[in-house]
């Protein structure tokens, strides 16, 4: 079963490297060799909330920009509102988002241009279809792939 949608190259992989049953963050690692981006997410859920996230990661400015940007948005909002945000996040990549909506991304917004270059998108939708995965799978798998199942 793919887990992540087929928007992100064949190549990327997220993994669940830590339980988040000992108090610590789970974290998800997701790589694209062939644009050398590579994220780890962490994230700390607690009751619904997300307590705490944070990212290692190396690759373009685009990517790495658009996962801190994604960070601060995020962090101390509930798991409902993190996909609400989520949502609007990808409209603004496909040019369909409304001023009011746009609003709601605060400092994100200023990726929007994003749309403009087709290129580009798979960097800045990077960590976000993480989150996206991070939040759907929370204990619920070890591992997540686009890769095809046998």
């Known amino acids: 079963m793919n887990c992540i949608p087929r928007s992100l190259p064949r190549t990327a992989a997220a993994k669940r490297t830590a339980t988040p049953s000992r108090g610590r963050p789970t974290a998800w690692r997701v790589s694209t060799p062939a644009a050398g981006d590579d994220i780890t997410l962490q994230l700390r859920v607690k009751d619904g909330k997300i307590e ?3 990212f290692i990661g190396s690759g373009c400015a ?3 920009a658009s996962a801190s940007l994604m ?3 995020v962090k101390g909002r509930t798991v409902e509102d993190a996909h609400r945000l ?3 996040y990808f409209q603004m990549i496909k040019g369909k988002i409304t ?5 709601d991304l605060e400092d994100v917004a ?3 241009g994003i749309a403009h270059v087709p290129a580009r998108v798979k960097c800045a939708v990077l960590a976000w279809h993480t989150l996206e995965e991070a939040l759907d799978g929370e204990g619920k798998t070890d591992k997540v792939t686009t890769e095809e199942q046998e």
Do not use: K, Y
């Open 110 to 112: 200023a990726l929007q």
């Open 52 to 54: 705490d996230a944070g």
């Open 86 to 88: 989520i949502s609007l």
């Open 71 to 73: 960070i601060d948005l």
């Open 99 to 103: 001023p009011e909506e746009l609003d």
């Open 62 to 64: 685009i990517s790495q």
